[in-house]
């Protein structure tokens, strides 16, 4: 069975630096999905970024990037020039055709003034 | 607005009674997903449905019971309702497989308070 970790419960971050945020995950699969979602306030769930398992590439999204280390299983999500609408709480999810999402605990990060 | 509609948005109730949540996915996706979210506790899976057919269960409990209709929208059943199950309840939705980019598409949730 797939699961994902995310070993930093709690982080904060200045407005305008830059944070990143672990994930590990755990699995046999070759092929496959890693999402970052974003829960703020409001408790919406709001997809970040997107990394398909079979690209090199690690994805970006304006300020969002990830750094993709398929070898090591690691997904990390890295925030640059926070900003206050950043404070949420972060999920990482793992995905394979035929079974299951699978979400990590989560992280809450809070973007300081 | 990620197309995926649930209702009710907020529910009050009292111990040992039963709720229907609903879900309507997104137009064309055939897949369901229920997520229970307890205060600040993260997502944990109840159960999917793809096409009518249940796919996958995760921890869903015996008092809880969902299912999927031929037009695609869901129903969760939760009944003998408990304290402990005050939470955030979330339908989600995908795509068949190969119009996917494999991510899923959320509702708003809908939230329930046992007291």
């Known amino acids: 069975a797939q699961t994902v970790t995310q070993s930093q419960p709690e982080m904060s971050v200045q407005e305008a630096e830059t944070v990143t945020l672990s994930c590990t995950y755990d699995?046999?699969?070759?092929?496959?999905?890693l999402f970052w979602y974003k829960q703020p306030p409001s408790r919406q769930m709001i997809l970040v970024i997107r990394?398909?398992?079979?690209?090199?590439q690690n994805a970006t999204e304006n300020r969002f990037s990830v750094n993709f280390q398929k070898a090591a299983k690691s997904f990390s999500l890295k925030i640059s020039d926070s900003q206050l609408g950043d404070t949420a709480m972060y999920f990482c999810?793992?995905?394979?055709?035929?079974?299951?999402?699978?979400f990590g605990p989560g992280t809450r990060l809070s973007v300081l003034p | 607005d990620s197309g995926v509609t649930q209702t009710p948005k907020h529910l009050i109730t009292a111990t040992g009674q039963r709720v229907t949540l609903r879900c309507s996915p997104r137009?064309?996706?055939?897949?369901v997903y229920w997520y229970q979210q307890s205060l600040d506790q993260g997502l944990q899976f109840l159960i999917q449905?793809?096409?009518?057919?249940?796919?996958a269960k995760g921890n869903i409990l015996e008092r809880f019971s969902a299912q999927q209709f031929p037009d695609l929208h869901s129903e969760l059943n939760l009944s003998s309702l408990e304290l402990g199950d005050s939470a955030l309840y979330f339908c989600?939705?995908?795509?068949?497989?190969?119009?996917?980019?494999?991510?899923?598409?959320f509702g708003e949730g809908s939230r329930l308070t046992v007291l």
């Open positions: 989600a939705s995908s795509p068949p497989r190969l119009a996917s980019t494999g991510e899923l598409f």
């Open positions: 699995t046999s699969e070759n092929n496959y999905y």
């Open positions: 990394q398909e398992a079979y690209k090199q």
């Open positions: 999810a793992f995905m394979y055709y035929g079974q299951n999402f699978v």
């Open positions: 137009s064309g996706d055939l897949s």
């Open positions: 449905y793809y096409n009518g057919e249940e796919r």
